[in-house]
């Protein structure tokens, strides 16, 4: 069994920034993701990183304002969130999947946090 938590949501302005971080547990050698689901939208990809943290994948609408990494020393990846806009606002997901990955379908991540709020302000 594996748990993720994710932490470091909240509300920032336009243009400015955060760091989600999600800690795994259960579990070392595992590929992990970050999602997103906005009101009243579907959940969508947001960043995805392999085991190694060697390959990551973007979702077209982060790539250059969005870092994900990890420290398998601390079994943690995070979500660097640069340049925010109002249209990032959703509640954002940590999911691991227990393949190598990068892996991109929210369909193949077998375990899910419970997700944490960040709101973007114009």
């Known amino acids: 069994q594996v748990q993720a938590v994710e932490s470091g949501g909240g509300l920032v302005q336009a243009g400015g920034s955060l760091r989600l971080s999600c800690a795994a547990s259960?579990?070392?050698?595992?590929?992990m993701g970050w999602f997103r689901q906005a009101p009243g939208k579907e959940r969508e990809f947001v960043a995805a990183i392999n085991w190694g943290g060697s390959s990551t994948r973007y979702a077209d609408s982060v790539r250059g304002r969005f870092t994900i990494s990890r420290d398998n020393a601390k079994n943690t990846v995070y979500l660097q969130m640069n340049s925010l806009k109002p249209e990032d606002t959703a509640i954002y997901y940590c999911?691991?999947?227990?393949?190598?990955?990068?892996?991109?379908?929210?369909?193949?991540?077998?375990?899910w946090g419970q997700g944490t709020q960040v709101t973007v302000s114009s």
């Open positions: 999911a691991v999947d227990l393949s190598l990955g990068p892996t991109i379908s929210q369909y193949e991540y077998e375990y």
């Open positions: 259960g579990r070392t050698i595992h590929a």
